[in-house]
């Protein structure tokens, strides 16, 4: 329900008062749809549904990064747990899913760096993490720029966090 409302209240903002430069076919909104979804609003007032993979249950972490580039976290049913998973994280930009990037068990945490072209993330085990794993990726080649594996407190990451150093 929370969701939805902000939801319709960023649509209802972005329509009184257009963001001055933005293309109208730049996402101001992304949220889990009703059958779990990934639901892009854009700036011009269309809605934009990708298409959910095999065994996702719907969306978790959705972000806009300030270039444009949208990304979420694929959380997927797994038969021996009894909530979803992030599994993979995805990077959508101008009609087309852009980047792809499983985790390794898990992911804990994400966030996109330099203004878009990199995405930060924190993955491993669904329980029991012995030393936090962050990686640093280019979104458009997908190599990793940085890695970081560290103690046992958990690496939480936003886009108000500096960047992995290599």
């Known amino acids: 329900m929370i969701r939805s409302r902000e939801f319709l209240i960023t649509l209802l903002l972005n ?3 257009p963001h001055v430069g933005m293309s109208q076919g730049q996402a101001v909104a992304v949220s889990a749809g009703p059958d779990g979804a990934a639901l892009i609003a854009l700036a011009n007032g269309r809605k934009v549904a990708i ?6 249950a719907g969306i ?7 270039d444009g580039r949208v990304g979420w976290l694929a959380e997927y049913t797994v038969d ?3 909530y ?27 966030a996109f ?9 924190h993955d491993g085990p669904l329980h029991g993490e012995l030393k936090s794993h962050c990686e640093l990726r280019d ?3 997908g190599r990793m720029i ?15 966090t500096e960047p992995l150093k290599q």
């Open 113 to 121: 760096y330099a203004q878009g072209k990199q995405v930060a993330y």
């Open 15 to 17: 329509g009184l008062f």
């Open 80 to 82: 021996s747990v009894s």
């Open 139 to 141: 979104v458009k080649s």
């Open 146 to 160: 940085a890695v970081w594996d560290g103690g046992k407190q958990a690496a939480r990451l936003d886009s108000r």
């Open 60 to 66: 978790g972490e959705p972000q806009i990064a300030p």
């Open 51 to 56: 298409r959910k993979e095999r065994s996702q």
């Open 84 to 110: 979803p998973i992030a599994g993979t994280l995805i990077v959508w930009r101008a009609g087309k899913t852009i980047r792809r990037l499983p985790a390794g068990q898990s992911f804990y945490s994400w």
